[in-house]
Antibody, heavy 121, light 113 residues
Framework: QVQLQESGPGLVKPSQTLSLTCTVSGGSISSGDYYWSWIRQPPGKGLEWIGYIYYSGSTYYNPSLKSRVTISVDTSKNQFSLKLSSVTAADTAVYYC?????????????WGQGTMVTVSS | QSALTQPPSASGSPGQSVTISCTGTSSDVGGYNYVSWYQQHPGKAPKLMIYEVSKRPSGVPDRFSGSKSGNTASLTVSGLQAEDEADYYCSSYAGSNNFGNVVFGGGTKLTVL
C-alpha cells in the first residue's frame, strides 16, 4: 500500500527557509494518477493547505502563501519537496504531505505521519 | 480565521446520531460538489472519511454520511461509538485555474458522552 513519509529539520531560525521532503513508497509519483500536496497544522489549530505538485512539475499554491512557497518533485527518487522562505513563528506547525485525488476532485486520501517544525532562534 | 465555518464542538451519547455543519459561500461549498471530511485523533494524521460531498472511501463505516444544501455541508455520524471521538474537519474546493485552491474549516471536536 502507498505510504508517505516526511523528513527534514525540526527547528528553523526566523527569516530562514524551511525545507521538507516527502518520500512516497508503494506507488509511483510518475503514474500521473494523483497530485501530491503539502498541508500544515499549527499547534492546537486547524488545517491549512499549502499547495500541490503533479509529476510533470505543474504546481499550484495557496494564494496566501504563494510568494514564499516552492514545491518541487524528483520522480527518480519518488519524492516531492517543500520550501517555505522567510519563515516566522507563525510558520511553526506540523507539516503533512498527502496524496491528492486531483485531477479528480480535491481530497487527501493518504497522509504522512507529519513532522513538527518549530521556528525559533 | 478559517475560510469554512464549523461549530467548535458537538456531542452525543453512544448509539445516537450527531450532525456537524460546515458553512461556506457560493465560491466554495455552494459552487462545487467537492466537499471532503477528515477525522483526526490526537497526535495522529487526519483520515479521509467523506469526499465529493457524500462518497465514502473503502473501509470507512457506513455510519458516516455526508450531504450538502446550498452553501452548507454536513457530516452525520450515526450509531455513535467511543472511537468516533475526535476532531473533524471539512474542506472544499475553492475554484481557480488548474484545479486550484482548497480551504478547510476550523474543526469540530466531537465528544462521545
Amino acid at each position: 500500500q502507498v505510504q508517505l513519509q516526511e523528513s527534514g529539520p525540526g527547528l528553523v531560525k526566523p527569516s530562514q527557509t524551511l525545507s521538507l521532503t516527502c518520500t512516497v513508497s508503494g506507488g509511483s509519483i510518475s503514474s500521473g494518477d494523483y497530485y501530491w500536496s503539502w498541508i500544515r497544522q499549527p499547534p492546537g489549530k486547524g488545517l491549512e493547505w499549502i499547495g500541490y505538485i503533479y509529476y510533470s512539475g505543474s504546481t499550484y499554491y495557496n494564494p496566501s502563501l504563494k510568494s514564499r512557497v516552492t514545491i518541487s518533485v524528483d520522480t527518480s527518487k519518488n519524492q516531492f519537496s517543500l520550501k517555505l522562505s522567510s519563515v516566522t513563528a507563525a510558520d511553526t506547525a506540523v507539516y503533512y504531505c498527502a496524496r491528492d485525488q486531483r485531477p479528480r476532485g480535491p481530497a487527501f486520501d493518504i497522509w504522512g505521519q507529519g513532522t513538527m517544525v518549530t521556528v525559533s532562534s | 480565521q478559517s475560510a469554512l465555518t464549523q461549530p467548535p464542538s458537538a456531542s452525543g451519547s453512544p448509539g445516537q446520531s450527531v450532525t456537524i455543519s460546515c458553512t461556506g459561500t457560493s465560491s466554495d461549498v455552494g459552487g462545487y460538489n467537492y466537499v471532503s471530511w477528515y477525522q483526526q485523533h490526537p497526535g495522529k494524521a487526519p483520515k479521509l472519511m467523506i469526499y465529493e460531498v457524500s462518497k465514502r472511501p473503502s473501509g470507512v463505516p457506513d455510519r458516516f454520511s455526508g450531504s450538502k444544501s446550498g452553501n452548507t455541508a454536513s457530516l452525520t455520524v450515526s450509531g455513535l461509538q467511543a472511537e468516533d471521538e475526535a476532531d473533524y474537519y471539512c474542506s472544499s474546493y475553492a475554484g481557480s485555474n488548474n484545479f486550484g485552491n482548497v480551504v478547510f474549516g476550523g474543526g469540530t471536536k466531537l465528544t462521545v458522552l
